[in-house]
């Protein structure tokens, strides 16, 4: 331990208070963390009652307008007027940037709101501008690239405006990715959790709603859509299109086959738990055949970080100290 010490140049006292420091700050993080954890869930449950508030609103501005159509009287419909809303509007760039297929990653990476669709188009437009004047500053006004032509530094400032471009895209993938993943760790413990309720005698709301309350520990992203689907079994005026919506939401098979099942035994009265336990067994099963999947391609990846890393340290350590023994002599 002494030597140690005198490796490092530390006195016994400044090696106590060190540990006492990491041990100090590693209380501090087990604490923080679940309470920091319970703020994340707080404020993602909160926004999603908040599209359940604004879910209610459009049903019931959709049957009053349905009601007045008669007598020629029609809801205005409240409008964004932010920056970001009047420049996609000034610009129309709903019709040139957005259609069906990234309406689709919007909500599979969890972005449904009308301000996040603005934001993303808002986005797409600003941040060329903002990389391609960076990049210009640097390259022209600092010199970055002073040992280079003119026709180089202008692509370069290109580039960057380009990489700006695609770079909110990049973004809405790599969330959607994310989300897919804990939805899909969480989803066969919540298939369990929603047989239970229903076995147990509960209607598929009540069955929703309290599978919500508890895979949220597991996965927020879960929780989200399965209170959504909670509140549009409640409000929509068909059952099945809850159902279709999630699917549309998460973008996974296991998910589709499981609302395949509920549509099936909403139209034609079959039994739910047989086919619930099915599917959770395969849920979990191909959950399984991922992880064994990512283990099995584990062997090749270490291949050349252990080349790099471990094998010039290893032998480092069996054959330094002859080779020490050989230079002194």
Known sequence: M??????????????????VAVAVFATFL?????????????????SVALERDEL??????????????????????????????????????????LDDAML???????????????????????????????AAFYIFGLGLMDGYKLPARIFACISAAYAGFYAPNFYV???AAK?????????????????????????????????????????????EELVLVCAELSYLPERRQAYENLVSRTGMESVRS??????????YGTPLGVALRTMSQESRDMRMMAAEKKAAALPPKLTVPMI???????FAVIIGPAVIQIMQR
């Open 179 to 223: 989300r897919g993943q804990s939805i899909g760790r969480a989803w066969p413990d919540a298939l369990d959790l929603l047989l239970i309720c229903v076995e147990s005698g509960n209607s598929i709301e009540a069955a929703f709603r309290r599978v919500a309350d508890e895979i949220g520990i597991q996965s927020i992203e879960l929780a």
């Open 308 to 314: 790099l890393f471990f094998l010039p340290v290893l």
């Open 104 to 134: 689709t990653k919007l909500k599979v990476a969890g972005l449904r709101t009308q301000r996040a669709t603005t934001l993303f188009l808002f986005c797409r437009v600003a941040l060329p501008l903002v990389f391609g004047l960076l």
């Open 30 to 46: 087990s604490i923080a963390l679940p309470l920091m954890s319970g703020r994340e869930m707080k404020t993602r449950m909160r």
């Open 258 to 267: 499981v609302s395949t099942a509920l549509i099936q035994a909403e139209r």
């Open 56 to 97: 209610r609103a459009r049903e019931r501005a959709r049957m009053a307008s349905e009601r007045d159509a008669g007598r020629g009287k029609g809801l205005r419909k409240e409008q964004d007027r932010s920056f970001a809303a009047r420049v996609v509007e000034k610009l129309e760039l709903r019709n040139a940037l």
């Open 2 to 19: 002494d030597a140690v010490l005198k490796l490092f140049g530390l006195s016994p006292e400044a090696a106590l208070g060190l540990l």
């Open 173 to 175: 993938k790599n969330r």
